[in-house]
């Protein structure tokens, strides 16, 4: 019986500190459903958003992936001005999260970070995009609302991306948007 109390005391106290350490955040309502886009492509990379700025250590852990939500937002910007020969492909997505509580309103901000090769009728460009982007946020005394933030969060940053690879893709091709 001790060993069992033993036992249960360790799993307990194993969880206390770490309880909010890794946290899952849906992203389905960022990922909306669309045609496919075989020009567009973000390659999988480090699922892990770390949160800094709190009173104890988060990592967020997207599901679908970080990158999937990119991608989808990328495609949702950038689908309406696609034309024949333009090709994106990005890799190394990474983004963190930091929180600003001493702000009035308190605030979290994204720093994303991708690097993308536009082809914009043969003429091929390699570039690194970093954005970051703030929302206002309510946070308790040691956390915030991760399933609202994260994904708007990722929206804005996303948006941002997408709108440096639409220059990069019109400067590149200055007859592409015609």
Do not use: F
Request: hydrophobic share 40%; glycine share 6%.
């Amino acid at each position: 019986m001790k060993r069992l109390m033993a036992i249960a005391a360790v799993a307990v106290l194993s969880g206390c500190g770490g309880a909010n350490d890794r946290v899952p955040v849906r992203l389905d309502n960022v990922i909306a459903a669309g045609p496919s886009s075989p020009w567009l492509t973000v390659e999988p990379a480090t699922n892990i958003v770390p949160v800094s700025g709190l009173d104890h250590s988060v990592k967020i852990e997207p599901t679908p992936e970080l990158t999937a939500g990119v991608e989808a937002q990328l495609r949702k910007a950038l689908q309406p001005k696609y034309y024949t020969d333009l090709i994106v492909g990005c890799r190394g997505v990474q983004a963190s999260v930091s929180v600003d509580k001493e702000a009035t309103p308190a605030t979290a901000t994204m720093d994303l970070q991708a690097t993308c090769r536009v082809t914009s009728r043969g003429v091929v460009v390699l570039k690194s995009y970093r954005v970051r982007q703030a929302v206002p946020v309510k946070t308790t005394a040691t956390d915030l609302d991760y399933q609202a933030t994260i994904p708007r969060l990722l929206e804005l940053t996303s948006e941002d991306v997408a709108n440096q690879i639409w220059a990069t893709a019109t400067t590149a091709d200055p007859s592409a948007h015609k």
